[in-house]
């Protein structure tokens, strides 16, 4: 048989092949050097322990109370009576007291020492009884918002310079081009054992505007089976490469001045070149779950909702992105938890000479459930509306000067700090693919 008509003449050259996987490359390396910065702000608010004090406003802990009376007298120091010049003392208030011209500041009386008791400091004892601040690290981040993208770049580029939102970029750039090329191998080597598609191949003539993902599990003879082999190789890819993720969590998150700074040597501090077991659980499901969401929900759409991506383009393609909308808002608790994870696998390597220098206070890490309390109950402090106050002038409902409530906790929002990067890379990538930019493979922010 002939199949010249079906096959094309010229083949790809390698001069070509070389060509062209070099121009992937640039473009790969390309979009992760603009998105480098945002991610390194997402991974420092993510990571950040907030403290208790807010700049400017002094903790209600640290409130400093005057002492009373009777605790001086009993150190030994008292305070001359003015009981005996009561009667001398002129009358202020009368009209025969002259009126000053200019402002004199009251004197204060000095405490008068007892005979035989020892020289005491007033002013260094309640010192030394005041709660000492711990003293900040010169490579400390003063972020004023706990939410601001923008005030961690701007700060991290009055600290560090250029190297500091950039940190990071070319760990994360093979961390990427690792995970696709492993969880392609995966994939493939999976579904051939178990006779089934590979997910990753689309069978569809004309695949729907905005579809972005790349699996494709509808037009598979056994749609369970492709999902189980797409899980299951992320997960393999997630577990194999999660040395090298908390390799690039901790370049990202230690001072640019601060040795090492390269790949390999970031990787040999670590006690182990394999997954350590107090992060394995958190680990897995940051790779699997996302993974799970998006594969599953075109399943879904067309056996429990009727939708299809042919015959309703326009309603799968606004299901789907509200999909990858969900499966954003379940990723970011977990990552946040993950990312502090790595930091205590950073911190607690045996390698390490000394403290691990930081250029934030990192939270602690209690597995999945606790980090997740501690984040909501137990870090910083948050503001809480308070009820307005009713007043009877002039009928109306004023809201009366107090002080701001406050409650211990970051609360709920302190679980997906960051978010913004995500949204943005999500519209973004949609924008291009319903204005044809990218076609139905999609990408990744």
């Not at 009368?94 to 400091?121: E, H, K, L, N, V």
């Amino acid at each position: 048989m002939d199949y010249s008509e079906y096959l094309s003449d010229a083949s790809p050259s390698s001069t070509a092949t070389i060509k062209a996987l070099a121009e992937q490359a640039l473009w790969k390396y390309t979009s992760v050097f603009l998105a480098q910065p945002f991610d390194v702000a997402k991974t420092v608010l993510q990571v950040r322990s907030p403290s208790t004090a807010q700049p400017g406003r002094p903790c209600k802990f640290q409130a400093i109370q005057t002492k009373p009376l009777h605790e001086i007298r009993r150190a030994g120091f008292v305070y001359s009576s003015d009981s005996d010049s009561d009667s001398e003392s002129p009358h202020y208030f009368t009209a025969q007291t002259p009126i000053s011209t200019g402002y004199t500041p009251p004197r204060r009386s000095r405490p008068r020492r007892r005979p035989g008791s020892p020289d005491r400091d007033v002013s260094s004892e309640e010192d030394t009884q005041r709660p000492q601040a711990p003293r900040p690290s010169p490579h400390a981040l003063d972020i004023k918002s706990p939410s601001s993208l923008t005030a961690v770049l701007s700060t991290l580029w009055q600290k560090e310079g250029a190297w500091g939102i950039f940190k990071g970029t070319n760990s994360t750039y093979v961390h990427s081009i690792l995970l696709s090329t492993i969880t392609s191998f995966a994939r493939s080597f999976f579904a051939a054992i178990f006779g089934v598609p590979d997910p990753s191949l689309s069978f569809r003539i004309n695949p729907p505007a905005g579809s972005v993902g790349g699996l494709d599990i509808l037009s598979s003879p056994a749609p369970m089976a492709s999902l189980a082999v797409a899980v299951s190789a992320a997960g393999i890819a997630g577990i194999l490469l999660a040395p090298l993720d908390i390799a690039r969590t901790k370049l990202i998150l230690t001072p640019s001045t601060h040795p090492p700074r390269s790949i390999m040597s970031t990787l040999n501090t670590l006690s182990s070149w394999t997954l350590p077991w107090s992060i394995a659980p958190v680990t897995f499901l940051h790779s699997t779950l996302p993974t799970l969401m998006s594969t599953s929900l075109p399943l879904f759409l067309r056996s429990k909702l009727n939708v299809d991506p042919v015959v309703t383009p326009n309603v799968y393609a606004l299901a789907t992105f509200i999909g990858q909308g969900l499966e954003l808002g379940v990723k970011m608790p977990i990552e946040t938890v993950l990312r502090r994870g790595q930091m205590q696998i950073a911190q607690s390597s045996s390698f390490q000479a000394k403290e691990l220098q930081t250029v934030i206070n990192i939270g602690p890490y209690k597995g999945l459930v606790g980090t997740m309390r501690s984040i909501i109950y137990e870090e910083g402090e948050r503001t809480v509306k308070a009820a307005p106050i009713k007043s009877a002038v002039a009928n109306r409902t004023t809201s009366l000067a107090r002080d701001t409530p406050r409650r211990k906790g970051q609360g709920f929002e302190g679980l997906w700090r960051g978010w913004r990067v995500g949204t943005w890379g999500l519209i973004g990538v949609w924008g291009a693919a319903m204005l044809g930019g990218i076609g139905s493979k999609g990408g990744e922010f």
